[in-house]
């Protein structure tokens, strides 16, 4: 299962850096969106489930790595997202290498820690810590979507053949963070809280017995 996992989350990665997405659609905020969502919200998960044991956090990690994993993620996705760094990435080859090696780097710490085998605080930090990075991601997704004029570019882009304009390219991008990436955080906030609440029921139980 882990080697299948792993696989597919490289698979994932090479598809969105081989691809269309950050050569001949790269001018595209929706392309753009996608790369980034597929790389933290699908890839990342998937390679830190994929990872040998020597290589994922243990049960001696600081309980506060999983949030100051989010904080760094949140850092990343709103940086990247500031027109200035966007527009360098689009230009710039170098900019674009560096963009998407901090979206996995991110997206690997958080999903690593916030998955981490542990303690039950381990479990509860990470719940907090996807919860948050959820929130955020619904924020900035809802600010890009309901965005009264657009912040990337001002002329048409075409990306899976289909020509946007910078407002239509722009409140897209906004909707697909708030659809995979939101919702996936949301996801995996919620498998770790049914854990805690799978592992409490247990315990209770075997306390009543």
Same mark, same amino acid.
């Given at each position: 299962m882990r080697r299948l996992a792993l696989a597919a989350g490289t698979a994932v990665l090479a598809m969105v850096w081989l691809g269309p997405f950050l050569t001949e659609w790269r001018a595209s905020f929706v392309s753009g969106m996608v790369a980034h969502m597929a790389v933290v919200a699908i890839a990342s998960p998937l390679i830190s489930v994929g990872l040998p044991d020597r290589l994922r956090p243990g049960p001696g990690m600081p309980a506060a790595l999983p949030v100051l994993a989010s904080l760094f993620e949140l850092l990343v996705v709103w940086g990247w997202h500031a027109p200035s760094l966007r527009a360098l990435a689009e230009t710039s080859p170098a900019i674009t290498v560096l963009e998407q090696a901090s979206f996995l780097a991110a997206g690997l710490l958080l999903w690593s820690t916030s998955f981490a085998r542990g303690e039950r605080i381990h479990a509860a930090a990470g719940a907090g810590a996807l919860l948050f990075t959820s929130i955020h991601m619904t924020l900035l997704?809802? =600010?890009?979507?309901?965005?009264? +004029?657009?912040?990337?570019?001002?002329?048409?882009?075409t990306c899976?053949?289909?020509?946007?304009?910078?407002?239509?390219?722009?409140?897209?991008g906004g909707v697909i963070m708030l659809a995979i990436g939101a919702m996936v955080y949301l996801a995996g906030c919620l498998s770790l809280a049914g854990r805690l =609440?799978?592992?409490?029921?247990? +315990?209770?139980?075997?306390q009543g017995t």
């Amino acid at each position: 299962m882990r080697r299948l996992a792993l696989a597919a989350g490289t698979a994932v990665l090479a598809m969105v850096w081989l691809g269309p997405f950050l050569t001949e659609w790269r001018a595209s905020f929706v392309s753009g969106m996608v790369a980034h969502m597929a790389v933290v919200a699908i890839a990342s998960p998937l390679i830190s489930v994929g990872l040998p044991d020597r290589l994922r956090p243990g049960p001696g990690m600081p309980a506060a790595l999983p949030v100051l994993a989010s904080l760094f993620e949140l850092l990343v996705v709103w940086g990247w997202h500031a027109p200035s760094l966007r527009a360098l990435a689009e230009t710039s080859p170098a900019i674009t290498v560096l963009e998407q090696a901090s979206f996995l780097a991110a997206g690997l710490l958080l999903w690593s820690t916030s998955f981490a085998r542990g303690e039950r605080i381990h479990a509860a930090a990470g719940a907090g810590a996807l919860l948050f990075t959820s929130i955020h991601m619904t924020l900035l997704g809802a =600010l890009l979507s309901l965005s009264l +004029r657009p912040l990337y570019g001002a002329g048409e882009v075409t990306c899976f053949g289909i020509v946007l304009d910078a407002g239509q390219d722009q409140q897209l991008g906004g909707v697909i963070m708030l659809a995979i990436g939101a919702m996936v955080y949301l996801a995996g906030c919620l498998s770790l809280a049914g854990r805690l =609440l799978a592992d409490n029921g247990g +315990r209770i139980h075997s306390q009543g017995t």
